[in-house]
């Protein structure tokens, strides 16, 4: 039984309710940027979600159109903090700024990224910019960025429908980024973290084997 079908397993096994991580919505406040944000879990490796553009709201990862993945990382051991931001390309870096400073501060061992589609390309242009091995892993869902990821101490996963249209960057970025590096390019168009969980059902337990690494 390969890693990520344990974890799937024992993601199943758990039958405890997903309101037992506390869903929370708050401000983060560092210095002075003041940002919104839901968390969820108590973990010491914290990710940090970033929903795209077109309507998503902060709460995007923690429904149907996430797939709840928020959840499901909440019940796997990890700390989600999930940040409200424009949307807008070039934006977000003082959100997510503000997200990692709040998540040193709480004592996080590890911090990741996980964007979808705008997010995504938030997620790699904020990593970009920090030193290498500043985060454990990058996760990109369904994004639209195309540059590729050189850092070698931070592990990179690219996630997309190959018949999305939003998403047809993806195997340039995969191409141009170093090791470690994973890649699930799926069969589908939707452009929804859903549709990529309804290509591979066992898409959110094959991120959490790659974290837990």
Known sequence: MTGA???????AAL?????AWGQVDSEIK????????????????V????????????SFFFGDNGAQFAQGL?????????????????????????????ARAIGAK??????????????????RKQPDGTFDTVVQL???????????????????NKYDRW???????????AEPRQLFALGGSGHPVSALVKEQPTLLADLVAILKK
Do not use: C
């Open 5 to 11: 079908k344990r974890i799937a397993g024992a993601l």
């Open 15 to 19: 039958m405890v309710p997903f309101a």
């Open 30 to 45: 560092v210095g002075d940027t003041v940002v919104s944000a839901t968390s969820m879990g108590s973990g010491e490796h």
């Open 47 to 58: 990710v940090i979600a970033l929903h795209g553009a077109g309507g998503n709201t902060k």
């Open 74 to 102: 909440a019940q796997a051991g990890f700390r989600v903090i999930a940040v409200t931001w424009s949307g807008q390309a070039g934006g977000g870096f003082a959100e997510v700024d503000a997200a990692v400073g709040h």
């Open 110 to 127: 590890k911090i990741s990224l996980m964007g979808h589609s705008r997010g995504g390309e938030l997620a790699a242009n904020y990593a």
């Open 142 to 160: 369904s994004s639209v960025d195309d540059q590729g990821l050189a850092q070698t101490r931070t592990k990179k996963v690219f996630a997309f």
């Open 167 to 177: 998403a047809n960057w993806q195997p340039a970025a995969f191409d141009k980024s």
